[in-house]
Structures are given as structure tokens and as C-alpha cells.
């Protein structure tokens, strides 16, 4: 294990000196914050129309379990902010994939793999310091915009809006879903890169990764299912599980020899 | 002390190495020769336990090398891969800090400095290694695989590439790390380092056609004759030399010498080089005829060629 923490100083150094791989999180995250403040705050206030005139929005905000004291405006708001919170579980995963892509091909390519392999460092040690140098970063970057976003809520959202956020369903979805998804997502990608000898290959099957979380937010979105508390602490398990699961299978598929002797 | 036994490592239909048996003793450097493909890299693999062999075993210092062996014995090994494998983008110093932490090395700093200055490049120390030239990435590579102190060096063409002034570093650096006891196997191109170099050669084609050291293998090729160089024209003196080996014995003149054959190289010589003085000669040289380790080497390979 004392192996991972150098490999992991490398993987942000050379994050620090190439920053525009960051890039896509950023552009993930601004959306993030701009997209629900913009639907929720900016255009109502714009257009001069409230958000409750919607009769559609009423109905669907419904199944939001918000506090009987808010008002329509503040019910519609709290289910929009809600449902864009899910878009945090999404910044880090489309952030983190293309590092995790190149973790393993790329080293292969960048023909620095062979001499990693040739020190004491163990093969769990190696894919944990990768998927790690990707998902922190990236979970850095999405925490702030999550801070932001809370902060904005709390400022600009109508009043009793950023209390109900405050609820155990949100820190369900920051603290644990969010960062579990990533570390599946990651990891998958990982597995993948270990078993494809091009980076592009890599990246095209890692982007796979996001359909099911797209699909998650979609149905949301539509109101087909409000995901409560206990389910997403089920669902937070369930992948955690999951990723423990892929790390032992991303460690068993590692064929170091394969690696070493067929790619080019 | 790296010891193999039997080493065989098959790709699918194709067999890379095999049959492969030696060892490299402490304070000693073995050259690995061979053309491309020949297996000089995949040996280098497996004994470094990179990858295993399809049949037969290595030992380092006596200890199996196996799954569960593989990282504490990878820790008495410096590998030095065919290409240097630098993180472009991370300095020099940083390069090195990585494996100084994967070695687990509490002194890092002080190990960091010292390989720098070893092999020069202290003032580089702040660049990044994409900025380096191809001779500099190679020493930073270089001062990676000794940064831990390892016992067993593997060096996989460690100076292919490299300019003549720098080979020579690496050449005294090696003699150095011999004198210190470690056992270095080297995979080379090169015929005259693995002369310079190596106490033996291990010649390899797939399987081990020579391991010998390098007087010995060229022993193997020597044609019995000897050279007889003077001063001005050879011709002149084949009358002297007919004097003592006889009319019969094949005299011929190459150049500024005389070449031929001896029954009795030890009591003939000097009746020779007496009759070549009486006869007005100038003798500048006289040598038993050796063949250079490349005739041996292609002499070898081609041997092996027809056996196979």
C-alpha cells in the first residue's frame, strides 16, 4: 500500500503541468451551476414569469418531499435544484474518464509502464493509484462547484429553498452516491484501459460508463422516479460493492505480460 | 548472483527464448549478444521477473523468482529498460522522487543527489525530461536503476544511442558497480563493449550458442597463423623465412606482413624473427593471428543457423 502515494504524487504533478485536461470537468461543473440557476432563478426573474404559472411544473415538483411551508415557487425550485444535483454525479465521472482511459495504454505508450513494473510496486497498488490521481482532482474541482452551488441556493434561491436542500438525501447523493458512481465509472474505465492496447479504444468504451447515470438523470428529470433517501443509500452501497468487485476483477485481468510484449 | 536454469518462454507458436541456462556470478559483468529478435530482451523480462518463463526457473541470490518473491527481490534489482521510460513532464528530480518512494527509500534526497552526481547531471536536476537530450535521458534512466543500490543489474542496451563520450561514463560506471560486487548482465549490439566490458559473453539466438569469456570465444576461431609485420617490402623476406619453416609452408604476404602457419609457434618464432634481423629486417611486429570477437560472433550465428 506505501506504494500508492508516490505513484499518486506523480499522477497530480503531471496533472498540475498538463491543466488542460481539467478542462472538460470545469466546463462540466460551470454547466452545472449555470444551467439550474439560469432555469430556476434567471429566466423567471427575466421573463416575468413565476415558476409556479407552470401548471406541468406544479405537478411534476410534487413528488419532491418538500416542506408544506414553501411556496410553489420554492417547491418547483427545490425539485429543479434536486434534480440538477444530479448533474455533480455526472462532472466528476466525464472529467476523471479521459484520465482514467489513458491511465494504463498511456503509460504503455509514453514506454514508462515497464519500468514502473520493474519495481516492488503490486499491480492493486498501480490500478488504485490511477483511479485515484483521476478521481480526486476531479472530485476537487466538482466539491467546489457543489459549494458554490449550495451557496447560491442558499443566497438566491426563494426562502426555506436552501434549508430543505440541507437534507439527508442531498448528503446522501454528495457524499456518497457521487463519489461511489465515480470509482465504479473510474474504475471500469481502469479495467479497460488495462485491456485495450489504444487510448482512443479506451476512451470510446469509457464513455459507455456514463449512459446508466444519463439514464438516472433523465428519469428524474421526467418525474418517472424520485430516487428517496433509503435508495440512495442502497444505490450508494450497491456501487461501492461494485467498485470493490471491478478492483478485484481490474487486478486479476491485469496481464502484465500482455501488456509488455503485445502492444505496440 | 542471477542464476537461470533452463529458461524457455514461448509467444503462442513462437518460442522467444530457449533452453536458456546460465548464470552471472558476483562481481561480474556478462554481455548478452545477439541479433534482433534473438531474445535478449525477453531473458532480460524474465529474469527481472517481468514476465515468467513457459518452463524453467530463476534464482536471485539463491531465492526463487516467483509471484510471491517477485517485489522483495525486484528490490535487489536495477532494470534498465530499452527505452529510458521518463515522465516527460515531471523534472528530473521529480523522476527519480517517484522511484525513491516506490523503493521506499527513507534517504531519497540524499540518494537523488548522489546518482546525479554521478553520472553528472546534478545541474539538471530541475529540467524536465522532455528537454533533455537523448544521452542525458539515458543517464537520468540510468541513475533510476541505481538509485535503490540494487545487487543485480539488468541493462538493456544501456548504451545504444549514445554518443562516444558518454559511453565511456557509463562503461567506467559499470566497472565500478562490478568492483562493488554486484552482478551486471548487459544486452548489447555491440561487439567492442561486450569486449570491453564484460568478463563473458553469452552469445544468443533463441537459444544459448556460446557463454565464454571473450579471449576464449575468439579462441574458438583462431587460425593458427602468425603475422610477421616489418618495415618496407614483405616480399623481400620470404627467402629468410622459407629458411627455417621449410618451402612447403604457405608464406603470404598481406600488405606489410607475413602470414603463415607454424608447426611449433613457440620454438619456431624465435628461430624466425633471428632469421627475418640476419636478413636486414626491420621487424615492427609479431602476433599469433586473432580473429576479431565479431568473426567469432558471425561465425556463431552462423553455425547456429545451419544447426537449426
Known amino acids: 500500500m506505501g506504494h500508492i502515494r508516490p505513484l499518486l504524487g506523480k499522477e497530480f504533478l503531471d496533472l498540475a503541468r498538463n491543466k488542460t485536461t481539467l478542462v472538460p470537468v470545469a466546463i462540466v461543473t460551470v454547466l452545472s451551476l449555470t444551467l439550474p440557476f439560469g432555469i430556476a432563478i434567471a429566466i423567471p426573474a427575466i421573463t416575468g414569469h413565476a415558476l409556479g404559472e407552470d401548471s406541468d411544473l406544479v405537478r411534476v415538483s410534487q413528488i419532491a418531499s418538500a416542506a408544506p411551508s414553501l411556496s410553489d415557487d420554492g417547491r418547483i425550485q427545490l425539485f429543479l435544484f434536486q434534480q440538477f444535483l444530479m448533474m455533480f454525479l455526472i462532472t466528476p465521472v466525464t472529467g476523471a474518464m479521459a484520465l482514467a482511459s489513458h491511465a494504463i495504454v498511456g503509460e504503455k505508450q509514453a514506454r514508462t509502464l515497464e519500468p514502473l513494473l520493474a519495481t516492488p510496486l503490486g499491480t492493486f497498488e498501480l490500478l488504485t493509484a490511477k483511479v485515484l490521481g483521476a478521481l480526486l482532482p476531479t472530485m476537487t474541482i466538482s466539491g467546489m462547484g457543489l459549494a458554490l452551488y449550495l451557496g447560491g441556493i442558499a443566497i438566491f434561491a426563494a426562502p426555506g429553498v436552501g434549508g430543505a436542500m440541507a437534507s439527508m438525501r442531498t448528503l446522501l447523493l454528495v457524499a456518497l452516491v457521487s463519489p461511489a458512481s465515480a470509482l465504479v465509472s473510474l474504475q471500469a474505465a481502469i479495467l479497460i484501459s488495462s485491456r485495450v492496447n489504444d487510448a482512443r479504444t479506451a476512451q470510446q468504451f469509457g464513455v459507455l460508463i456514463i449512459i446508466p447515470l444519463a439514464g438516472l438523470m433523465v428519469a428524474q428529470f421526467s418525474g418517472s422516479i424520485w430516487l428517496s433517501s433509503a435508495a440512495l443509500a442502497a444505490i450508494g452501497i450497491g456501487l461501492l460493492i461494485a467498485w470493490l468487485v471491478l478492483t478485484f476483477v481490474s487486478v486479476a485481468l491485469f496481464d502484465r505480460e500482455t501488456i509488455l510484449t503485445r502492444w505496440r | ?308
Open chain 2, 1 to 308: 548472483m542471477i542464476s537461470a536454469r533452463h529458461l524457455t518462454r514461448r509467444f503462442g507458436a513462437r518460442t522467444a527464448v530457449d533452453d536458456v541456462t546460465f548464470d552471472v556470478g558476483r562481481s561480474e559483468i556478462v554481455a548478452l549478444l545477439g541479433p534482433n529478435g534473438a531474445g535478449k530482451t525477453t531473458t532480460l523480462r524474465m529474469l527481472a521477473g517481468l514476465i515468467a518463463p513457459t518452463s524453467g526457473s530463476v534464482a536471485i541470490g539463491g531465492v526463487q523468482l516467483t509471484r510471491a518473491t517477485g517485489p522483495s527481490l525486484r528490490m535487489q534489482i536495477g532494470f534498465l529498460t530499452e527505452a529510458p521510460g521518463l515522465w516527460d513532464r515531471l523534472t528530473v528530480r521529480e523522476n527519480l522522487r517517484v522511484y525513491a518512494g516506490l523503493y521506499g527509500l527513507a534517504d531519497a534526497e540524499v540518494r537523488i543527489d548522489r546518482v546525479l552526481e554521478l553520472f553528472a547531471i546534478a545541474e539538471r536536476g530541475t529540467a524536465r525530461t522532455a528537454e533533455l537530450s537523448k544521452g542525458t535521458r539515458q543517464k537520468v534512466a540510468l541513475a533510476r536503476t541505481l538509485l535503490h543500490d540494487p545487487t543485480i543489474l539488468l541493462l538493456d542496451e544501456p548504451t545504444s544511442g549514445l554518443d562516444p563520450e558518454v559511453t565511456r561514463s557509463v562503461r567506467m560506471l559499470l566497472e565500478q558497480r562490478r568492483a562493488a560486487g554486484c552482478s551486471i548482465l548487459v544486452s548489447t549490439h555491440n561487439l567492442d563493449e561486450a569486449e570491453r566490458l564484460a568478463d563473458r559473453v553469452a552469445v544468443l539466438d533463441e537459444r544459448l550458442v556460446a557463454i565464454d569469456d571473450p579471449a576464449a570465444l575468439r579462441a574458438r576461431l583462431t587460425t593458427g597463423r602468425t603475422i610477421i609485420r616489418v618495415a618496407g617490402d614483405p616480399s623481400a623476406y620470404v627467402a629468410a623465412v622459407r629458411s627455417i619453416v621449410g618451402p612447403a609452408v604457405d608464406v603470404a604476404i598481406e600488405r606489410s606482413t607475413l602470414a603463415l602457419q607454424l608447426a611449433h609457434p613457440d620454438r619456431q618464432t624465435p628461430a624466425l624473427v633471428a632469421a627475418l634481423v640476419a636478413a636486414g629486417a626491420q621487424v615492427l611486429e609479431v602476433r599469433a593471428e586473432m580473429p576479431a570477437l565479431e568473426d567469432v560472433y558471425v561465425h556463431l550465428m552462423s553455425a547456429a543457423g545451419d544447426e537449426a
